[in-house]
């Protein structure tokens, strides 16, 4: 019985490693980030800019737009960011610099610039 409850335990804590590490960040390291392809984001949808962020003068923006890059095909992408009330918000229509997976676009796709 003892037994089994440790094994339970050591289970439940390899989960929530697993779960914290997957759920680290979108921001990839600076090496990782370098080996990453260049392209740009066209947006098509941006969500409404709150009247008021957080305490840091932060907010949720959800975006959806298309990935170009030289050696992918139009990838259809979206995503969510923390973003500064003190850069521009995002517009439809915006080019916006990004870098990305070759491999796995929709899923590794990261904007390049910081809009803190």
């Known amino acids: 019985m003892l037994i089994g409850l440790v094994v339970a335990i050591a289970l439940a804590a390899v989960a929530v490693a697993l779960i914290i590490n ?3 960040g979108r921001q990839p390291s600076a090496a990782k980030l370098a080996a990453m392809s ?3 984001l066209t947006l098509t949808g941006v969500s409404p ?5 957080d305490k840091n003068g932060q907010a949720f923006v959800t975006v959806s737009g298309t ?6 095909a139009p990838t259809e992408v979206y995503g969510g960011f923390v973003w500064s009330l003190d850069a521009p918000w995002p517009q ?4 916006m610099p990004v870098r990305y997976d070759p491999r796995k676009v929709d899923s590794s796709w990261v904007i390049a610039a910081d809009p803190q």
Do not use: E, M, S
């Open 22 to 24: 997957l759920r680290g």
């Open 38 to 40: 260049a392209g740009t």
């Open 49 to 53: 800019r709150p009247d008021a962020g």
């Open 67 to 72: 990935v170009l890059g030289p050696d992918i």
């Open 92 to 95: 439809i229509g915006q080019d």
